[in-house]
């Protein structure tokens, strides 16, 4: 295995991409160790944020808040509604499409969820003033929002 002082580790850490994905993976494994026993992923506690935010949302819109691709957001529905945490109703605008509410049971479900997202931001946050958290996010919104811009993408798919 390489020492950490190689060129080739040097060039990665200079890398936007690299530093990006090494953050993410840390940020991903603190929210798998605070939310596992709930059996929750960042993908599922988007999509019950937006519908507790907007109730009513379609599956559509609910997707393309959080960029999951529209043929993706059905089956994390599903999986959500299965669990009792989810209902869907026709629309009353336009019946071919529904409306998503969360259940008593996901009502319950995300006052501990808001607890521990914002255990799990203080966690990851940490290190940064709270000018630092501003600033990153500031940068990260527009890193994202060039990205898209360049490659042309309206909504990237948002994995676990």
Known sequence: ???????????LEGLIGYTL?????AVSRS?????ADLDVRQSQLGVLTVIEGSPGSRPSQVGAAIGIKRANIGPLLDELEARGLVRREPDPTDRRSQSLFLTRDGEALMAELHRREAAHEE????????EERAALLGLLRRLEQGARDVAGD???????
């Open 1 to 11: 295995m390489p020492s950490d002082d190689t060129p080739g580790l040097a060039r």
């Open 21 to 25: 994905r090494r953050a993410q993976v």
């Open 31 to 35: 929210f798998v160790e605070l939310f």
């Open 123 to 130: 966690r990851i946050a940490a290190f940064l003033s709270p």
């Open 154 to 160: 309206e909504g990237a798919e948002e994995t676990d």
